[in-house]
């Protein structure tokens, strides 16, 4: 499949070279809109742009010297995907760094690594003073890793032979994802068709409101993409508009849901999507968080009236539990008992095959369903009782993969934990940024949360953030595939 005992490295290096002439056009775009609003930015977003469009010419003129009939391994597709999102994040840092923006290379680098993983964990203590060139290829980052940079590639540069599918499933998150007929290409290219009319649908609603064309253009492609980057320091808040709150509500799900659901509603198959358990279980834990959060404030603050209580428990119970990480109030002064229903929600996330980060619902769902099959086994030591899903029986080997992802994602926020309590953190933010991070969500706890940032931290924590933030976005053994020594053996 490779000849000799290495990776097919012009392959890797043309697949790179093919992402960074891509992220090149996109620097360009914000470049465009530093001319318009005739910002100090413009100069250093073209360089930024040059320095990368040489870089990836030259990856792409290397890697064109590959042989097209090389198939592409396992390892190729592994290796290629993680180094995409480093090179992306390094590259995407560039502009913020050298205009002085953000004067550290590590808070540029954690803040991009934030937007391309869709994260929304930020640094930065005064989000307005960003130059409107900045601001527009901040929102971007999110947008472009809302469904993959790998899986954009797909769509503008079709690859050359070999497994290019295995790239795709090396990309996208999720248990598992629906199979196509068509093509990985044509797969692709329809996801982000169906990615950029949201888009549209929604630039239109947020100018109906409050917003002015530039704030919804950024705002749409941050919600859409579960990211939760704004351009105001009090994110959605700052406008106190119920009418722009229930939207972002509704779009924030559309994009934590599986895409491919879009696909089968396109093809009028809708009892594919109404039998959809993962949904159904979905849209069943929010209602319930937010009930159970709307009668705690309630509770708690008997001042507060019933409508508001709603609207705040439904947009911080969206907000979270789809990885976009914006907010309307800060949650931090309701209490330990929110913070702990807030924080189960962000390991639980948003839906396989969506933009969301996490666990994902389909792998809870599972993880419940085997372990009520346990007492059944025990009652009945002999009974063959299989995990159904969508009326589907899960294999064995599936299933122990879900329980090996799910105690790996457990042990990596331990180790984390344990890693930030190092720098000097306190456990409840030490939590709340490893819980944040690893499931790509954006806020955290203590001085992390909604009204805060995460500037105070060490640079050994932001690299750290950055790491995990990596790990979640690519469901966790794409990356850590790379640490093991049978990765690099022939």
Request: hydrophobic letters at 50%; aromatic letters at 14%; proline letters at 3%.
């Amino acid at each position: 499949m490779i000849s000799g005992p290495g990776l097919n490295w012009r392959f890797i290096a043309k697949i790179l070279g093919m992402t960074l002439v891509m992220e090149s056009f996109f620097i360009l775009l914000a470049s465009g809109v530093s001319f318009i609003y005739h910002g100090p930015d413009f100069k250093y977003l073209l360089i930024s742009t040059g320095l990368c469009l040489v870089l990836g010419l030259s990856l792409t003129f290397i890697g064109n010297l590959a042989e097209k009939s090389k198939i592409v391994g396992k390892r190729e597709s592994f290796f290629t995907v993680t180094m995409s999102w480093i090179l992306f994040s390094f590259f995407g840092s560039i502009p913020f760094f050298i205009s002085g923006s953000i004067p550290s290379f590590t808070d540029a680098f954690f803040e991009t690594m934030s937007g391309f993983t869709t994260t929304g964990s930020t640094i930065l203590t005064d989000i307005e003073s960003i130059p409107h060139g900045l601001m527009f290829w901040r929102c971007m980052t999110q947008w472009l890793g809302g469904l993959g940079v790998i899986v954009f590639s797909l769509v503008l540069l079709p690859l050359y032979g070999g497994e290019v599918s295995q790239l795709f499933d090396a990309e996208t998150t999720g248990l598992f994802h629906d199979r196509f007929r068509p093509r990985v290409v044509e797969v692709a290219k329809r996801i982000w068709g169906i990615y950029m009319v949201f888009t549209v649908i929604l630039i239109v609603l947020l100018y109906l409101g409050p917003m002015d064309l530039y704030d919804a253009v950024c705002h749409s492609m941050t919600t859409i993409s579960t990211g939760g980057y704004s351009t105001k320091q009090n994110s959605i808040a700052h406008w106190g508009s119920t009418y722009l709150e229930f939207v972002v509500v509704i779009f924030m799900i559309v994009g934590a849901i599986n895409f491919s659901i879009y696909y089968f509603l396109l093809k009028k198959n809708f009892k594919r999507v109404l039998h959809d358990e993962e949904i159904h279980w979905f849209l069943g834990i929010i209602i319930t968080a937010t009930v159970i959060v709307m009668i705690g404030l309630v509770v708690t603050n008997p001042e507060m009236r019933q409508f508001e209580s709603f609207k705040d428990s439904l947009f911080q119970v969206v907000s979270l539990i789809t990885t976009t990480g914006f907010s309307t109030q800060d949650y931090i002064p309701w209490g330990p008992f929110f913070w702990v229903i807030l924080l189960v929600l962000m390991v639980i996330c948003g839906c396989a095959g969506s933009t969301s980060g996490g666990l994902k619902v389909i792998r809870m769902v599972v993880l419940v369903k085997n372990a009520l099959n346990e007492f059944g086994r025990l009652i009945h030591p002999r009974a063959v009782i299989p995990v159904r899903l969508n009326g589907y029986v899960l294999s064995l080997d599936l299933v122990q993969r879900l329980l090996a992802f799910a105690f790996l994602y457990v042990v990596i926020i331990l180790l984390g934990v344990v890693a930030l309590l190092l720098t000097g953190l306190e456990f409840d933010e030490a939590i709340g940024a490893a819980v944040t991070a690893l499931g790509n969500v954006g806020p955290g706890l203590g001085n992390h949360g909604p009204s805060g940032s995460f500037s105070g931290l060490t640079d050994f924590a932001k690299w750290l953030l950055s790491f995990l933030m990596l790990v979640g976005r690519l469901e966790l053994f794409t990356v850590l595939i790379l640490f093991t020594p049978g990765f690099w053996k022939k």
